[in-house]
């Protein structure tokens, strides 16, 4: 089957990790009998540099016409003056709107060869296995007043949150869909001791808990939650919260597979359903590391395991994502480590090492 796929590399190691991605997707194609149309454009910094924008309306357009987008990453310090009108973000909030992708899907899987090499102790880290739905196109990021102005008595700022029953419900209804499929515990996280938005959060939570019998609902402030994800990682299954928590509490989630690097992530449109294609768009949840540019060492697998992510939802190609991820596994299983997941007694290997090993074993 051809598959058409946007490709939009961005900034900094951005380019070097898509690079590996897609030298995946190419390998799963040669073994399954697929084609993919690979298309090119910008977002981020290097979009502001060509167009004065962080990505153009033409990118979306393009990305609506794909079954799937794979993203690398945005940012750098060539553009991150706080005062500049445009910033590389901007292309992230932007294709996210425009795109409708409020479900963000961020999985955090401890592999058995990994337990021992992260900071924490490995009996906390053992069997953690866990999905964080966020809700990606609401809350902070997108409430409006957002603004800055200076009055007689210095600067003021306002960010708002804003959430509406509809853009609760549905991410909800993601977190309750995916905790059926896996161990049937959701976890909706808030902070409804403060925030209105988050007793609207669980309220609609509660009443929606009744359409999934099956399903076991706990209520966590979020502040407990951060606690948690250190003290006793295992025990939780799915993690549905909004946008800001969400985005905060994956990356301290990160550090229980020992690397950002390790981890993918899915934004996703629609409710998804097994077997069934959802447009995506993929990438992994790290940034743009400007200081690893050209360095050929970042680690590659965050974005590898996020093009088997779109194999997954926005393909339904089940078998080819699972390869995938058989591949990874079977590459760290041998010992091959890039240096963010370095052990003692490893083979240290760069970026394109890392996706070549890994498509050689798809």
Sequence with gaps: ??????????????????????RVLQAVGKKYGHSFDLSYDDIGGIAIDKYGVAVRSETIAACKKSHAVLLGAVGGP?????????????????????????????PVRVLPMLEDGTTLKPEVVHGVDLMVVRELTGGLYFGKPKKRWETSQGWRAVDTMAYSEKEINRILRVGFELARGRRKKLASVDKANVLETSRLWRQLATAMAPQYPDVELQHILVDNCAMRLIQQPATLDVVVTENTFGDILTDEASMLAGSMGM????????????????????????????????MNDVNP?????????????????????????KAVQGVLEDGYRTYDIMQTGKKKVGTREMGELIAARV
């Design 1 to 22: 089957m051809n598959f058409k796929i946007t490709v939009l590399p961005g900034d900094g190691v951005g380019p070097e990790v898509v690079a590996e991605g897609v």
């Design 78 to 106: 060539k553009w991150d003056d706080p005062l500049a009108k445009v910033r590389p973000e901007d292309g992230l909030l932007a294709t996210r709107k425009g795109l409708g992708l409020f479900a963000n899907l961020r």
């Design 263 to 294: 981890l993918p992530s899915a934004s996703l449109a629609a409710v998804p359903e097994a077997g069934k294609p959802t447009f995506g768009l993929y990438e992994p949840i790290h940034g743009s590391a400007p200081k690893h540019t050209g």
């Design 301 to 325: 697998i965050a974005t590898i395991l996020s093009a088997g992510f779109l194999l997954r939802y926005s393909l339904a190609l089940l078998p080819e994502a699972e390869a995938v991820e």
